[in-house]
């Protein structure tokens, strides 16, 4: 069975930073792109990073470029987004998402969600 869980969310203040982690059970993240996605209250989900399966480009939206960087670890099945200077606007559960084969990481596109982790930026 296909599953993505997300974990490494929580409380943390203004200028802060938090690395979240998408680690994968029963397939191989290597060869999916996986993008990372996020929800603030009253608001539409978003898309916020992805990174392609095969030559592993990366893009962000622009709301988190210079602060957020996506990576892989194919020896733990995983996908990371590191955050750094962390605003009260990017508080938002934190979803990651999977779709093989890809360049890109369509929001309307990708098969395979995690449940969320909830990341709140507060003092």
């Known amino acids: 069975q296909l599953q993505l869980v997300e974990s490494g969310g929580g409380l943390v203040q203004p200028g802060g930073s938090l690395r979240l982690s998408c680690a994968a059970s029963g397939f191989t993240l290597d060869s999916y792109a996986i993008g990372w996605f996020r929800q603030a209250p009253g608001k539409e989900r978003e898309g916020v990073s992805c990174i392609s399966s095969g030559d592993r480009s990366t893009f962000y939206t622009d709301s988190v470029k210079g602060r957020f960087t996506i990576s892989r670890d194919n020896a733990k099945n995983t996908v990371y987004l590191q955050m750094n200077s962390l605003k009260p606007e990017d508080t938002a559960v934190y979803y990651c998402?999977?779709?093989?084969?890809?360049?890109?990481?369509?929001?309307?596109?990708?098969?395979?969600w995690g449940k969320g982790t909830l990341v709140t930026v507060s003092s």
């Open positions: 998402a999977a779709k093989r084969f890809s360049t890109y990481c369509p929001q309307d596109g990708m098969p395979y």
